[in-house]
């Protein structure tokens, strides 16, 4: 029998936002691109124009639309959205910096810092059930597209956290194996029956202009 083809998914966080500035956890809140994420998105789009993709996928939170936006115009497609890639839910700290939070909860975020997973902050989305739903979500989106190239655009911490579940990597450490991922740059994986295998991590969308 003939393997199914795999999908090759190019996951961008979305652009900069007024909030990411001051290092602020978005999560679920709606918080809007500043001008230096819509620079990021532009550029993103200029990528789309150089590595085409057969389609374009988002999170439901509008600083991944827009940020999505240009690499849509650029190449005529019209973005899919799918919900389950939105960014974890933070709870108490939404909206707050850590240092915030540790200024007022100093033993909590040594626990978070040491395991982020069994030590969410309060009120917080269980990183496992995000891990989870994000993979499945990825996992849908590959089947869909066999054999194909697709953006994904989605958000820092779940995409950390979802590039753990696909490589068997503890969760608990996604925040040392995986920093942080820059505003729209790309990390590539593939995925098919065998499982997933990253190729790349966060290679900056914008062409490298030094001499």
């Known amino acids: 029998m003939t393997a199914r083809p795999s999908a090759t998914l190019l996951l961008a966080r979305h652009g900069q936002t007024v909030w ?19 620079r990021q998105a532009g550029q993103l789009g200029e990528w ?10 988002t999170s439901t939170l509008t600083r991944a639309i827009e940020t999505a ?18 960014e ?17 909860h100093p033993e909590r975020a040594r626990e978070y810092r040491a395991d982020p997973v069994t030590h969410p902050f309060p009120g917080a989305e269980d990183p496992r059930s995000a891990a989870a739903r994000g993979a499945m979500a990825l996992r849908r989106i590959a089947d869909g597209h066999p054999g194909q190239r697709v953006l ?12 753990c579940e696909l490589l068997s990597i503890p969760l608990g450490a996604y925040r040392r ?5 820059r505003n729209t ?22 062409p490298d202009v030094s001499p």
Request: charged share 25%; with cysteine; aromatic share 6%.
């Open 20 to 38: 990411h500035a001051e290092n602020r956890y978005a999560g679920v809140s709606d918080i809007a691109l500043t001008d230096e994420g819509r």
């Open 177 to 181: 194996v995986f920093p942080r991922l």
């Open 48 to 57: 789309a124009v150089r590595h085409p993709v057969d389609a374009i996928w």
């Open 88 to 104: 974890c839910d933070f709870g108490e700290v939404e909206g707050r910096t850590l240092a915030q939070f540790a200024s007022e």
């Open 69 to 86: 936006e240009p690499a849509c115009w650029a190449l005529g497609l019209v973005p899919r959205r799918e919900h389950d890639l939105r």
């Open 185 to 206: 740059a790309l990390s590539e994986v593939r995925i098919g029956e065998e499982g997933g295998a990253l190729l790349s991590l966060n290679v900056p969308c914008a």
């Open 152 to 163: 994904v655009v989605a958000h820092n911490t779940l995409l950390r956290l979802v590039l």
